[in-house]
């Protein structure tokens, strides 16, 4: 029986050439892909790899890394998750054996810290359960603990999976006028302004620049998909969503314009996702996390599970070396 074998990628080369391992049907989501690796180890001096563990020149498993400050390795680098993406009957010592593989390659690199994010709970709990408990075997700690809350889409209408609060939103929104839609690739810089309007009415900022969205529609056309409530024209809400795997819909950024709390307009931004993610064939709607570690917005839970999402774990595990 062929041994596995280590393949390491610096973040310029492209990963799984033809004379190191066949192409095979991409391990994970979006942001385990070579491109999201390469789009956010650039901006980090490039001290970075791409860890691929192959079989009979077929790649089971992949990680990567990217160094921060103070060697700190992270995987990822920028987003929401990352972490180990392997096939789901590999056995547990192949992973266990890839892990020490690759954690060996990052102490020699000059790592003294390393920090992983696994996908949440909901996206896969075998796969997170195996990824959790290797960690925790190897010496790692949970850094941050999340509340991340996603919704299994079905069937059955969304109107028939929310509260009665939500559904009120709706009617409300449909008797104003207000029309939902899904928007079209160019008006992303519309729908970037909405959104950054809804962050500054809280104190806050967006997390990416237009310019840094716009890159990744260009580099994942296929992924984004933009969504919008108008009134008279106007956004009054607006979605950023992108497809990171055939089974799970993300939503990256949601929300109302400032003067709209009164119609909540979210909501049927919320209920086109949804239908469209029953369009797709998509299994999971993932929201996103709703605490930031210790710190809980409970109105923020109330609205999601208003919308019929439900709460799964979110995890970072850090070991110093």
């Known amino acids: 029986m062929a041994a596995h074998r280590l ?10 050439p033809e004379s190191a391992a066949r192409p095979t049907p991409a391990l994970g989501s979006l942001f385990h892909t070579p491109a999201f690796f390469r789009l956010h180890a650039a901006a980090h001096g490039g001290r970075a790899s791409y860890f691929q563990w192959a079989k009979d020149e077929r790649v089971v498993a992949t990680i990567h890394f990217t160094a921060m400050d103070d060697d700190l390795w992270r995987s990822p680098a920028r987003g929401t998750f990352a972490g180990y993406a392997w096939e789901p009957d590999l056995r547990q010592e192949d992973m266990f054996s890839f892990h020490d593989a690759v954690e060996a390659r990052l102490a020699a690199q000059g790592a003294r810290k390393i920090e992983v994010v696994p996908a949440p709970m909901a996206h896969d709990p075998v796969g997170f359960t195996n990824q959790l408990y290797l960690l925790r075997v190897r010496g790692y700690e949970m850094n941050t603990c999340d509340l991340n809350q996603s919704l299994e ?5 969304m109107s028939q999976r929310v509260s009665y609060g939500s559904v009120k939103c709706l009617r409300k929104c449909e008797r104003e006028g207000l029309v939902t839609e899904q928007l079209p690739a160019g008006a ?17 900022s967006m997390s990416m620049t237009l310019a840094q969205l716009q890159t990744m529609a260009e ?11 108008r009134d008279a024209g106007r956004l009054a809400a607006a979605a950023v969503c992108l497809r990171i795997s055939p089974s799970v819909l993300y939503v990256l950024y949601w929300g109302d314009r400032p003067g709209y709390s009164s119609l909540s307009p979210v909501v049927p931004v919320a209920e086109a996702i949804y239908r469209y993610a029953q369009s ?18 409970f109105g923020l839970i109330r609205f999601k599970r208003g919308l019929g999402f439900t709460e799964s774990l979110k995890v970072s595990m850090t070991k110093t070396l």
């Open 7 to 16: 393949i390491e990628h610096g973040f310029a080369e492209p990963a799984a």
């Open 153 to 157: 889409v079905s069937q059955a209408p």
């Open 219 to 229: 580099l994942f056309p296929s992924a984004m998909a933009l969504f919008g409530c």
């Open 280 to 297: 797709q064939g998509v299994t999971l709607l993932d929201a996103g996390i709703s605490t930031v570690d210790r710190y809980v917005d």
């Open 188 to 204: 992303l810089g519309e729908v970037y302004e909405t959104l950054e309007a809804n962050r500054a009415g809280k104190g806050l």
